[in-house]
């Protein structure tokens, strides 16, 4: 046993073989799924585990093995400094096929021990995380923030709970294709003497928005010395388990900053109609930045009849939404990086031939175009049969015409060339192609004229296509614009649905 005092230390594990990073070309996201599992694996069952007897152990593997997130971060680990459960969780479990689902391998591991100070309660365990991934992890660029440290951070938000656990909050930085994703992890570090439930209400999550605001030097003091926060542009996750309902008053007012953060997405906690309406997926505190695309989210197993469930929960003590995977699936765009989460802009002399409004669809696609052209020739139909496909669920289409050469050309012209061609979503004109240029110095690939911008309802930018070419079907040696394609209806599917 540790003293009371002992410090927070870090653990890496890798295995003999690194698992690489999707493929991807400039103009196609590498997509990657973030999960996140409440767990109740401790000392008192290392031998039991350690043995493959564990069907606990077994009902985690099953549903890991079934969602398969690229990185899965493990909540309420019991404190095991030697990582002898986390080790046979991924021999004897994760690396062996449950049912009818293959195994899993993470190459790479971080384990956290932490002790909060607190006096250890009779039954009572100090417990930790642990971040499996596929990619590598930053191990010396992690950052930690014990609960004392608080006090290091301009007008941080306090818990709202009556009986709040104390939270450690942890930055774990992962290489994702040569980009660096961070994970923001809030985590308790005791529960209460009964091994029951003492999680950080939605009020520990204020820590995150004095941590991704730009700060003076010398604040946001973390345990290794280091001082500031979030880098500005950083990418990034925050996954922490919440002690409070979606709907409820405290919850609101103590989520409120955070989702209205302009860094922050917050369609991970927020539908048209405000919070969340479904407190499975809201429990799941899976939210990610802005510059990241948000390609999906969900829980598993989501029936609350799910044989699963049961065998998941084991003889752990914790809410019934514990008992879930929950997950996210964020895209890190390539070309035009730089463009997604920031505001599509003024128009300048760009103008619409007819009336409209970003507010008025979930997600416009801009894209650029003009006669002769055959790229969009063949692009315009299928981004047309897009727009008919999921007109519905609130997707527009608006075809920009620029003329090339420069030179006038009437509104008429406009709509006589978009129905030669076989489109009928909105039509502009970008007719000295200022609003084209203005992307460009902005960051937008200067691959070719002919390029798309997927905007949400608020105005902000989601997805940037190079061009010249984005339809389906890879006849031709059409592959990748078939690809992007495909990345352009998932989108889509996930944000509108």
Known sequence: MRPPHAPWFPLLLTGALAVPAPAQGDDTPARVRIGTLRVALHRAQTGELEGGRSAQAQAIAEVVQRVRPDVLVLHTLDDDAEGRALAALRARYLAVAHGDVAAIDYPHAFVSSFDAGEPRTRGGRHRGMAVLSRYPIRTADVRTFRPQRRHDVPDAGEPTSARPAPAMHVDVPIEVGGRTLHLLITLPTSDGPRGDDRRPDAGALGFWVD???????????????????????????????LDADAEAPDARTALAPLLAHPRIDARGA???????????????????????????????????????????????????WAHRLAWLDVQLPGAGARLVGEPF?????????????????????????????????????????????????????????????????????????????????????????EKLRE??????????????????????????????????????????????????????RARTR
């Open 345 to 433: 802009g003024a128009f300048g002399s760009m103008r619409f031939l007819d009336g409209f409004s970003f507010a008025d669809h979930e997600l416009t696609l801009l894209r650029w175009w003009t006669s002769g052209c055959p790229f969009c020739a063949d692009s315009l139909p299928a981004l047309d049969e897009l727009r008919a496909r999921h007109a519905g669920a609130g997707l527009a289409v608006v075809g920009v015409f620029h003329p090339k050469p420069v030179r006038a050309i009437s509104d008429e012209q406009i709509r006589r060339a978009a129905a030669a061609v076989g489109f009928h979503g909105f039509l502009a004109v970008d007719p000295s192609w």
């Open 270 to 320: 927020r539908t048209r109609r405000g919070m969340r309406a479904d407190p499975d997926l809201f429990a799941g505190r899976l939210i990610p930045s802005r510059n990241l695309v948000h390609a999906g989210s969900g829980v598993f197993p989501k029936d609350p009849d799910d044989p699963l469930r049961a065998r998941l929960r084991g003889d752990a003590r914790a809410p019934g």
């Open 211 to 241: 941590y991704v605001e730009p700060r003076p030097a010398g604040t946001m003091r973390d345990d290794q010395g280091r001082t500031g926060g979030l880098a500005e542009g950083a990418a990034f996750v925050i996954a922490a388990e």
């Open 439 to 492: 992307l460009w110095q902005r960051g937008a690939p200067q691959v070719a004229t002919s390029i798309s911008v997927l905007v949400d309802r608020d105005g902000r930018i989601v997805w940037v296509h190079p061009g010249p070419r984005l339809h389906d079907g890879e006849d031709g040696g059409h592959e990748d614009a078939a690809r992007a394609f495909r990345t352009l209806e998932e989108l889509v």
